[in-house]
Nanobody
Framework: QVQLVESGGGLVQAGGSLRLSCAASGRTFSSYAMGWFRQAPGKEREFVAAISASGGSTYYADSVKGRFTISKDNAKNTVYLQMNSLKPEDTAVYYC?????????????????WGQGTQVTVSS
């Protein structure tokens, strides 16, 4: 069993930055690919970014490419999402997810464990 706890959300003005963190329990974090997803009010949960178990491969949704950066620190059992140039349409609850495989996938169903989410609100 893996527990994921997100932190770092908050209220920020458009153009600002936030860094989300996701701390994972367990001894096999280095074997897991990790992902970030988000869900805005009235919308379905969507893929944002993902990183392979080693951290060597990363993938981004087109809507965040060039603005967001995902990274993974296996020594700290933590995955990060650095969000720059934030826009009001980035407002959502952001979820961290773990996949018990090394290779990244983007569909939600590919992930086995989920955090509780952290709210990100971007004001215009």
């Amino acid at each position: 069993q893996v527990q994921l706890v997100e932190s770092g959300g908050g209220l920020v003005q458009a153009g600002g930055s936030l860094r989300l963190s996701c701390a994972a329990s367990g001894r096999t974090f280095s074997s897991y690919a990790m992902g970030w997803f988000r869900q805005a009010p009235g919308k379905e949960r969507e893929f944002v970014a993902a990183i392979s178990a080693s951290g060597g491969s990363t993938y981004y949704a087109d809507s965040v490419k060039g603005r967001f950066t995902i990274s993974k620190d296996n020594a700290k059992n933590t995955v990060y999402l650095q969000m720059n140039s934030l826009k009001p349409e980035d407002t959502a609850v952001y979820y961290c997810a773990a996949r018990t495989h090394r290779v990244v996938v983007t569909p939600i169903r590919g992930y086995d464990y989920w955090g509780q989410g952290t709210q990100v609100t971007v004001s215009s």
